[in-house]
């Protein structure tokens, strides 16, 4: 059985149901990143997680123990949210020994110096110790919160798009560095974010919400690789996977690419085919394209491919050059390619 | 013949602080050019001088071969997008989005159709009817983009105008103004901190830090040719690897790495800088690591690494997971060098 379990969670705000029969679980030491867009229910998963708020119907086990009537301090629980709430006239050493310095935390001092002291070095924010928070970098700010977190050594984290507000670059380096931290740590963990790279690159278990339910839950790999509808296939890849109609004709479906015969699979008729854009070379097929634009993605190009009648995006290596309507002959990678009904 | 141009812009606030300290930007008739740089590096008031929202210390702006430097806003015919919309709170978004056409003598019929227009592409249709107040905060800023796209102006400027959208909307976006602004062939001047952003966007990048231009041209050149390590580090990402060490004897020499040069370069002090997906593993390579983690990306891996010279990342196609802990042997593709002191590439 899983460390943490949510069964049938359902939450109505008025005749809104916002989470309609969450099932999710999460082991003792991953981290379950719940990836969905703005308005999909992951707050109100979290604060229904975290105790803040109750569910409808459905029940929350921790580690083999009913808590879904538990109050948050009951509960053990962490919770890092997206507008860090630092008091802005305290030291970062004052900010990181409050959460500490709670009546049930009944820590000895020397204790909270020693814990203090821990996550300013993980984090490495030993020489901001003695500054005022105000003075502080947004990225610099962001630590100090987590640093609030992991203090206290909670049995569960739970992050609320913890790296939204801060520059692209800083989002970049800093998840990485949450991902080995939370590693090193070894406690679980719930992330939730509407970016799909952040979820890729941080989940051991991706979760994808959608208008309160959960589409798919699996492994990064998984999810991306066998996602199981459209609409889960889309949430994750960049440019986002191509979807294309294909008819079924003998024992084989026909593509877009006429000369093409995919793989037979289950299914008549028409379907809908996905092929993602590292999966379709631009050459080697027999139906031509023309190159509309050409994006240049650093380590590769992006090609926008008008195509048999659809418009396609092909990651293209960066061995040769291509110019905006130059004609290329695409071929979609079938061992690859997933198939859907209509 | 540059459409837009600014010379030795500069622009000091009453505080002091120098925002802006000597820009010379040229962007070319119907060109995109992406002003991109941290918090804090003067591309947001670079881009307010052009729109007159801000006056200029010193420097010129020409716009079609007018000097505008002392034009107001209304004088100056440019589409403004904000990071934070406005919309009209008692107008439909169809009204809205019609608005700026209002004064410019087009009649009903042709007003209608730019607006049909603007809504098709991007994909507004379904909200044309409701108010501001009934829309989300993403589907706001798509109408306020829609807003600023309605009109032909000589150029558009657009500051940060997907920074508040989700990522997934954010991508579809950044595709339509594309769209938009190829099909229309207005010259853009945009900002963003989002370096990937700019490179698919751009037909110029301008890298700016601290008031300057770091460097600017199309985005191969300052992906594969950054003048300095700001531009190296700034662009790609993950960002591109760089390890201390020194020249000596035609090599670039650090600890656990000795990498012949194909050109000679004075000796002393330099860093290497190499791209993730110009280290390879190679088992007969030099250069050993020890897989730290390994970050999926869909497409591809990034393999974070500890070698003896510091921590690397590599990006591979994904054939399967790399263990935490294991031993990997490296080469690398292609490298570049840079003075340590001043930055410069050498």
């Not at chain 1, 905006?324 to 002959?329: A, I, L, N, R, S």
């Not at chain 2, 966007?201 to 041209?217: C, F, H, K, N, T």
């Not at chain 2, 730290?292 to 500890?306: F, K, M, P, S, T």
Request: charged share 25%.
């Amino acid at each position: 059985m899983s460390w943490l379990q949510l069964k049938g969670v359902t939450r109505r705000f008025g005749k809104a149901e916002v989470l309609s029969g969450i099932d999710l679980s999460l082991e003792g030491d991953e981290m379950l990143v719940v990836l969905g867009p703005t308005g999909a229910g992951k707050t109100t998963l979290l604060r229904i997680v975290a105790g803040l708020d109750a569910p409808d119907t459905g029940q929350i086990e921790m580690d083999g123990e009913e808590v879904t009537h538990w109050s948050p301090a009951e509960r053990d629980i962490a919770f890092v949210f997206q507008h860090f709430a630092l008091y802005p006239d305290w030291s970062v050493r004052r900010n990181l020994e409050f959460p500490l310095k709670a009546p049930r935390q009944q820590l000895a001092s020397g204790e909270i110096d020693q814990r203090v002291g821990w996550a300013a070095e993980l984090l490495k924010i030993e020489r901001l110790l003695d500054r005022s928070a105000a003075r502080l970098s947004g990225g610099e700010m962001q630590r100090v919160a987590i640093g609030q977190a992991i203090v206290r050594r909670p049995r569960l984290f739970l992050f609320d798009e913890p790296l939204t507000n801060l520059d692209a670059k800083l989002r970049e380096s800093l998840r990485l560095e949450l991902a080995l931290l939370r590693q090193e740590l070894g406690i679980p963990a719930i992330y939730v974010t509407h970016d799909q790279a952040e979820a890729l690159s941080m989940g051991d278990s991706i979760a994808v919400l959608a208008e309160g339910r959960i589409l798919q839950q699996g492994s990064p790999e998984a999810i991306y690789r066998q996602p199981v509808s459209p609409v889960v296939a889309r949430q994750l890849g960049q440019p986002a996977i191509n979807i294309l109609s294909v008819q079924r004709r003998g024992d084989a479906w026909i593509g877009p690419n006429e000369a093409e015969r995919m793989p037979a699979l289950s299914g008549t008729g028409e379907m809908l085919l996905g092929v993602r854009p590292e999966d379709i070379a631009p050459e080697g097929g027999r139906v031509p394209g023309v190159v509309r634009v050409v994006e240049d993605a650093g380590a590769a190009w992006i090609l926008w491919v008008d195509w048999a009648g659809a418009s396609i995006h092909i990651i293209a290596s960066k061995e040769r050059r291509f110019a905006p309507g130059e004609t290329v002959h695409p071929r979609i990678d079938a061992e690859r390619a997933l198939l859907w009904p209509r | 013949m540059s459409f837009l141009e600014c010379r030795d812009l500069v622009k000091t606030f009453a505080d002091g602080t120098r925002a802006v300290q000597g820009i010379d930007l040229r962007c070319g008739e119907g060109e995109f050019a992406v002003l991109l740089g941290p918090s804090g590096c003067g591309k947001t008031t670079t881009l307010r001088m052009v729109a007159g929202l801000e006056k200029p210390t010193a420097g010129q702006i020409v716009l079609g071969g007018a000097d505008i430097t002392d034009c107001s806003p209304a004088e100056r015919d440019v589409g403004f997008a904000f990071q934070f919309y406005a919309l009209y709170p008692h107008l439909k978004v169809e009204d809205n989005i019609g608005f700026p056409l209002e004064s410019m003598g087009l009649n009903r019929q042709e007003r209608r159709q730019r607006v049909a227009d603007i809504v098709e592409r991007l994909g507004l249709g379904a909200l044309v009817g409701r108010y501001p107040r009934q829309l989300s905060g993403g589907d706001q800023q798509r109408v306020a983009l829609a807003r600023a796209m309605v009109r032909r102006p000589q150029i558009y400027l657009m500051d940060e105008p997907l920074g508040t959208l989700d990522a997934g909307l954010r991508l579809e976006m950044r595709e339509m103004i594309r769209a938009q602004q190829l099909d229309a062939g207005i010259a853009t001047l945009y900002v963003t901190h989002d370096q990937e952003e700019a490179m698919s966007l751009a037909d110029q990048v301008v890298v700016m830090d601290e008031g300057r231009i770091r460097q600017s041209g199309a985005a191969a050149l300052v992906y594969d040719q950054p003048a300095d390590l700001f531009v190296a580090h700034f662009i790609g990402s993950p960002s591109m690897n760089f390890i201390t060490g020194e020249i000596r004897e035609d090599c670039f020499v650090a600890p656990g790495l000795v990498w012949p040069l194909a050109e000679p370069v004075r000796p002393g002090p330099a860093t290497l800088g190499v791209r993730p997906e110009f280290v390879r593993p190679d088992a007969k390579g030099q250069l050993r690591a020890e897989v730290v983690r390994d970050e999926y990306q869909g497409a591809c891996r990034y393999i974070h690494l500890q070698a003896e010279c510091g921590r690397l990342v590599m990006r591979v196609a994904d054939r399967g997971r790399e263990a935490v802990g294991a031993s990997l042997g490296l080469d690398f593709a292609r490298v570049l060098l840079f003075d340590p002191v001043s930055g410069k590439r050498l």
